[in-house]
T-cell receptor, first 112, second 114 residues
C-alpha cells in the first residue's frame, strides 16, 4: 500500500540535544512538507521541498533543518536552537498544485 | 488578519442532526479548499475538497464555497458520535511564498451527542 511513514511515533529527548525525525513516502510525490501542531492549534509549516536537493523555509523554520537527498525521504532535524520543540510533527506529501496533501501518522516529540 | 479562520468551538449537535462548520479566508487569490478531520492524537485525514463556487456532495458531507464572500463551509448530515473530531479547513494560495503548501485554520471541535 502507498503511504507516508513517520518514525518514531513517540520521541523523548533532553534539552540541548538534536533529534532527527524520519519521513518516507512511496507515493512517488515530488513535494514533501513538515508541519508542526501544538495543542489547540492548527498546522504550521516548517519546511517544504518541491524537488530533490531543493527545499525552502516555511513560516517557522528557525531551529529546524531538513535534507532532501532522495525523492522518497525528507528527514527533519530539531536542533537545540529550537526554543520550544515539544509538539506533534506531521510530514505530508503532494503531487501537484491544488491537490490534497497526504499525511503520515505523526511523531510526538517531548523535550524535557 | 489571520489567513484562514475557524471558530474553535466546541460545536455540539445531537445525533442525527446537521452539523455546519464554517471557515473564512483572507486571500482572494486562493484557489482550492480542503476539509480535514483529525481525531485526538491522530493525523489529519482528507474529508472533502472543492475548487469551484457552489456545493459539492459526497455521502453525508457537503462542501460549500463562496469565493465572493471568501467563505467555505462543511455540512455533515445525519451526524454520528463517530463524527466527533476536530475539523481543519485548509486553503491553497498559488502565489504564496510557501510553494504548494496548504494554510490551515486552527480547527473547529465537533461533539455529536447520542
Amino acid at each position: 500500500d502507498g503511504g507516508i511513514t513517520q518514525s518514531p511515533k513517540y520521541l523523548f529527548r533532553k534539552e540541548g540535544q538534536n533529534v532527527t525525525l524520519s519521513c518516507e513516502q512511496n507515493l512517488n510525490h515530488d513535494a514533501m512538507y513538515w508541519y508542526r501542531q501544538d495543542p489547540g492549534q492548527g498546522l504550521r509549516l516548517i519546511y517544504y521541498s518541491q524537488i530533490v536537493n531543493d527545499f525552502q523555509k516555511g513560516d517557522i523554520a528557525e531551529g529546524y533543518s531538513v535534507s532532501r537527498e532522495k525523492k522518497e525521504s525528507f528527514p527533519l532535524t530539531v536542533t537545540s536552537a529550537q526554543k520550544n520543540p515539544t509538539a506533534f510533527y506531521l510530514c505530508a506529501s503532494g503531487d501537484s498544485p491544488n491537490s490534497p496533501l497526504h499525511f503520515g501518522n505523526g511523531t510526538r516529540l517531548t523535550v524535557t | 488578519q489571520k489567513e484562514v479562520e475557524q471558530n474553535s468551538g466546541p460545536l455540539s449537535v445531537p445525533e442525527g442532526a446537521i452539523a455546519s462548520l464554517n471557515c473564512t479566508y483572507s486571500d482572494r487569490g486562493s484557489q482550492s479548499f480542503f476539509w480535514y478531520r483529525q481525531y485526538s492524537g491522530k493525523s489529519p485525514e482528507l474529508i472533502m475538497f472543492i475548487y469551484s463556487n457552489g456545493d459539492k456532495e459526497d455521502g453525508r458531507f457537503t462542501a460549500q464555497l463562496n469565493k465572493a464572500s471568501q467563505y467555505v463551509s462543511l455540512l455533515i448530515r445525519d451526524s454520528q458520535p463517530s463524527d466527533s473530531a476536530t475539523y481543519l479547513c485548509a486553503v491553497f494560495r498559488p502565489n504564496s511564498n510557501s510553494g504548494y503548501a496548504l494554510n490551515f485554520g486552527k480547527g473547529t471541535s465537533l461533539l455529536v451527542t447520542p
